[in-house]
């Protein structure tokens, strides 16, 4: 009995899901020349496709589980359930335009030819706004379309907006904010629904450890109170007495967000030679 995962072959979300089965103790050798591999210390097998195939194989339990775009799962309408925003492949399915093109709210795309890789998507975004427009479907380099006279604007993914600056478009209009997924099969056995809910839980510490940071720093024992009320940690923070009398050492845990903001106040308020340093998994 064996989990199957099936993960990008090749592309942008490749080496982040190699990577976070890596992270929960899954050794996975990377697929570019194989379709599958066994996971070392895991009882799973992971499959490599193609990521618009994924949902498919997932809707048909040939996998169990699968990490893929939002975008790509919104667009298949498979038959799914996603389970975990994975925090990678963050993207958007973005109208651009011409930039020479005065576009004020869509409107501007009623009428008009939109290039896109993502036809479905469009097209309910534009029912949404009551746009009749003609949809060409392409499969790559859709940012080329307007350059070359196939299409008056595209619907496309975006991370930074470089590609599409360089190619004399803008961005007007987001239809969707995306990243990677864990989805599974609506029909799995309890066997695999056990080693699902292992994996799972392996991914919830490791996430949750990414986001936070181990910090470790001298305060003075008249300023120790201020200072661990700016640490709550996991329960409360670590004070080990210094071997300079009137120190003492304060360990806690600061998450990501709020971590710069800490930092200041607790320096602010005395502490000295804070140290900060990755945590690699954290199970509450
Ligand atoms: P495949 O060969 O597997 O079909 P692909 O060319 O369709 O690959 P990639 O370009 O590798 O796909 O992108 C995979 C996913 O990465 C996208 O569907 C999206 O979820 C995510 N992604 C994140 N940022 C971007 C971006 N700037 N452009 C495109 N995709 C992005
Ligand atoms: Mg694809």
Redesign the pocket.
């Known amino acids: 009995m064996k989990l199957k995962i099936a993960i990008?072959?090749?592309?942008?979300?490749h080496d982040d899901s190699i990577q976070l089965l890596n992270d929960c103790g899954l050794k996975v050798r990377n697929g570019h020349n194989q379709l599958k591999s066994n996971a070392e210390d895991f009882p799973a097998e992971v499959y490599f496709l193609?990521?618009?195939d994924i949902p498919q194989y997932v809707e048909d339990a040939v996998a169990h589980i699968g990490i893929v775009?939002e975008?790509?799962l919104l667009e298949k309408g498979r038959a799914v359930d996603v389970i975990e925003q994975l925090g990678f492949?963050?993207?958007r399915l973005s109208v651009a335009v011409k930039k020479e093109d005065n576009y004020a709210d869509v409107s501007f795309l009623a009428g008009k030819r939109l290039a896109t890789s993502y036809p479905n998507l469009t097209q309910q975004f534009l029912n949404e706004n009551n746009i009749t427009a003609e949809i060409h479907e392409i499969s790559?380099s859709v940012e080329l379309a307007p350059g070359i006279g196939l299409a008056d604007a595209v619907c496309d993914?975006?991370?930074s907006g470089s590609t599409l600056f360089m190619n004399g478009l803008v961005e007007v209009q987001t239809v969707l904010k995306?990243q990677?997924v864990l989805v599974k099969s609506k029909a799995l056995d309890a066997d695999c629904q056990r080693l699902l809910d292992q994996l799972l839980f392996r991914i919830r510490a490791v996430k949750k450890a990414s986001n936070n940071k181990y910090v470790l720093l001298n305060a003075p024992n008249n300023s120790l109170q201020k200072i661990i009320s700016l640490l709550p940690g996991m329960k409360s923070p670590t004070v080990l007495p210094l071997a300079q009398e009137g120190w003492s050492s304060v360990h806690s845990v600061l998450s990501e967000h709020e971590f710069w903001e800490k930092i200041e106040q607790l320096k602010a308020a005395g502490a000295q030679g804070i140290l900060v340093v990755p945590i690699e998994k954290m199970i509450l």
């Open positions: 990008q072959k090749s592309g942008r979300l193609r990521d618009d775009g975008n790509v492949g963050k993207c790559g993914l975006v991370s995306s990677a």
